[in-house]
Nanobody, 129 residues
Framework: EVQLVESGGGLVQAGGSLRLSCAAS????????IGWFRQAPGKAREGISS???????SYIDSVKGRFSISSDNAKKTVYLLMNNLKPEDTAVYYC???????????????????????WGQGTQVTVSS
């Protein structure tokens, strides 16, 4: 089990950038796939990006080319760099850790992440037009 704390959210104008951080403590960080999810008001939570212990990354189409996920294993922190932000990116952003072998990428449906993952408390991102 890992404990996760997200940070870096805030208010930004459309076209701006933010870098979210997901700091982990607890279990061996290297054994986990880390995912980023977001939930906008009135909408379902959606997975947007992940990185596994091999460094393989994945993204949903709506953020490809704009968002970049990276990991600093020494600091046990995963980052989500978000460029060219759009108002539709406004949401609470969550990171989640799931044991490698159970979940390997963001393509895994949400229910599996909910069952198998350790979630952070979320950080608000608001993009103004």
């Amino acid at each position: 089990e890992v404990q996760l704390v997200e940070s870096g959210g805030g208010l930004v104008q459309a076209g701006g950038s933010l870098r979210l951080s997901c700091a982990a403590s607890g279990d061996t960080f290297d054994d986990y796939t880390i995912g980023w999810f977001r939930q906008a008001p009135g909408k379902a939570r959606e997975g947007i990006s992940s990185i596994n212990s091999d460094g393989h990354t994945s993204y949903i189409d709506s953020v490809k080319g704009r968002f970049s996920i990276s990991s600093d294993n020494a600091k046990k922190t995963v980052y989500l760099l978000m460029n060219n932000l759009k108002p539709e990116d406004t949401a609470v952003y969550y990171c989640v850790a799931a044991k490698r072998g159970r979940i390997d990428s963001i393509a895994t449906p949400l229910p599996f992440w909910v069952l198998a993952g350790d979630w952070g408390q979320g950080t608000q991102v608001t993009v103004s037009s």
